[in-house]
């Protein structure tokens, strides 16, 4: 089964074409970093005039790469939120078009769980047996949500942020050392030729399975104001140690909860090299890790997403909504 994954929630215009949920054929990812990059973040009018832009060529493109007609195509997959709903809209006006034009079955994904289904487009993806009860540790630009998955498409919301998202928080983390956007590999860069030597606070929230990262960037952002960094490596070194201490430990201390069988980490953060090589280290049970380049947002993970929704026998139609708040759980 061939599934057309289209994604346009944030700012990358993203196209690709994926074989039953596991195997990919094409996977096109148009990014406007650079356009953003100038604004210190994402503008979303000017996100959404670049997804006009670019999404008829990298649906072109993914096809091509894929070397497929639509005739081949089973299905097409859209993001439909959470997101911005004027860069949303672009993703599900094409995916519509298409469906209704070419008579191909459309399915709306929540971008969430299309991160979650990165982790199935390995050589070895997943098999279903012994896989759950499964915790998700879902880490992106919006998001920071530990999620218990019971079988797909059944999940069960146990903790999220209280204030900013993990990303969100490399991002100003990197804004307050001046050292660029996107800040979550900007940290990570800077933080290879420095220590943790700087002690950050971090908020445990003992007894929830919530997280709160506001208290590390301001104390980061006190220490600056104050002129206390004097090496800036040390101090991204020092954020990133915090941020991937509280995530670990509290992914680690849920998973054990609630006797989950894995854990599985997905979102733009999963790129971060010491939070995918921490929690393998710290965790008991087997840790499912996307490929870094699929972490951060493509069409591959929402079309073997939508392969798993076809599957279990959901479709959406012409009325098929963009939902900008739209929850896993
Ligand atoms: O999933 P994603 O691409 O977009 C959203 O759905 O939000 O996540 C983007 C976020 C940004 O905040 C970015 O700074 C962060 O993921 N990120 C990282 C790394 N690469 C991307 N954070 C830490 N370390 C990284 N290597
Ligand atoms: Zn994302």
Known sequence: MKVLGIETSCDETAAAVIEDGTIILSDQVASQVEIHARYGGIVPEVASRQHILAIIPVIEQAMTGADVTWSDLDGIAVTFGPGLAGSLLVGVNAAKSISLAQGIPLVGVNHLEGHIYANWLVEDSPDDTELFPLLCLIVSGGHSDLVLMKGHGDYVLLGRTRDDAAGEAFDKAARILDLGYPGGPAIQRAAESGTASIRLPRAWLKGTNDFSFSGIKTALLRLVEAGKVSNRADAAASFQEAVVDALVTKTVAAAGE????????????????????????????????????????????????????????????????????????
């Open 258 to 329: 609630y006797g989950v069988k894995n854990i599985l980490l997905a979102g733009g953060v999963a790129a971060n090299g010491l939070l995918r090589q921490r929690l393998v280290e710290d965790s008991p049970l087997p840790v499912l890790i996307p490929p870094l380049k699929l972490c951060t947002d493509n069409a591959a993970m929402i079309a073997a997403c939508g392969y798993f929704r076809f599957r279990a026998g959901k479709k959406d139609g012409p009325n098929l909504d963009v939902v900008p708040g739209l929850k896993l759980a």
